[in-house]
């Protein structure tokens, strides 16, 4: 059966269910749908370079890209490795900025045919890595008691999306940088974005104060057809830090995303904040470079 490319063309539904079957731990299913619901950073006009390959209509293999074309991703089912020289190919003729000085591939430490494939193409390791944390889910997660002034809350229980928003915008500390403007624009794309099929506001969860403002919050993703969940962002207000709020909401996500049937769960980070919780290092990869006027 003849397999076909094809560009990414409004597929969000199709992609999402190729990562979940993919089982990747790098670019995972959550990364793309936290791409597209997280809009305002996103790279509109190069979706269309996404490039898919299908076998009867199913993707088999995908080249991606996080919000920006900085550094680029291929992901296959497990029986089309085969595919990876004709997507790097694709890659660097279609995602390769002009202008770029360098353009960067991301590829898995035990994905030896890949590396094999970019040494081929005269691409370099570089010193940029990813980690991915995994946090098994087979046993009871505890969760601290946070006392009658703090309370844990969804998205989905929420009366709006501001004061999330304002969490967010503080607990990565944006207001160094600027004041915070609530956009109504924000909020409806916001409604529009986060009410597809595969986000699930229960498992967005926030601890609040009495004024019913968002201190601390975790961002759980889960598909029932995956076996991981995967958390992405996590955040504690500046007033609020020191608590202990941040390992609090990040277990009372785990234990969500538990209930759902997640076997596990996986960061896409390397912090010692995440180890001391008990997740452990699963994955780990560079990005490999070549100068665009090699």
């Given at each position: 059966m003849k397999i076909i490319l094809e560009n990414y063309h409004n597929n969000y539904n199709q992609v999402h269910d190729f990562l979940v079957n993919s089982k990747c731990t790098s670019y995972t299913y959550a990364r793309f749908d936290w791409m597209l619901t997280n809009f305002e950073y996103l790279e509109v006009e190069n979706l269309p370079k996404i490039g898919l390959w299908k076998k009867k209509d199913k993707i088999v293999a995908a080249t991606l890209f996080d919000h920006t074309l900085d550094s680029v991703f291929l992901v296959t089912l497990k029986h089309y490795k085969r595919l990876y020289k004709k997507m790097f190919k694709y890659a660097i003729k279609n995602m390769s900025i002009k202008?770029?000085?360098?353009?960067?591939v991301y590829v898995e430490n035990n994905d030896k045919r890949l590396?094999?494939?970019?040494?081929?193409?005269?691409f370099l390791q570089s010193d940029w890595t990813e980690t991915v944390?995994?946090?098994?889910?087979?046993?009871?997660?505890?969760?601290?008691?946070l006392g009658n002034d703090l309370s844990y809350i969804s998205l989905r229980d929420c009366d709006g999306f501001k004061e999330y928003?304002?969490?967010?915008?503080?607990?990565?500390?944006?207001?160094?940088?600027k004041e915070y403007s609530y956009d109504l624009f924000r909020q409806s794309q916001f409604d529009l974005h986060y009410k597809k099929n595969y986000v699930d506001l229960s498992l967005k969860v926030s601890i609040i104060n009495e004024k019913k403002e968002h201190v601390a919050h975790c961002g759980i993703w889960f598909d029932s057809n995956s076996d991981f969940a995967v958390i992405e962002p996590v955040c504690v207000i500046p007033e609020y830090r020191n608590q202990?709020?941040?390992t609090a909401v990040v277990l009372e996500g785990l234990k969500r995303a538990q209930r759902r049937g997640a076997k596990f769960a996986i960061v896409g980070s390397d912090m010692e904040f995440y180890k001391k919780i008990g997740f452990i290092e699963f994955n780990k990869g560079s990005y490999w470079i070549k100068k665009n006027n090699e």
């Open positions: 202008g770029m000085e360098n353009f960067s590396q094999k494939t970019c040494k081929n193409l005269g944390l995994k946090f098994d889910l087979k046993d009871k997660v505890n969760v601290p008691d928003d304002i969490c967010l915008f503080k607990g990565f500390d944006h207001e160094k940088e202990k709020l941040g």
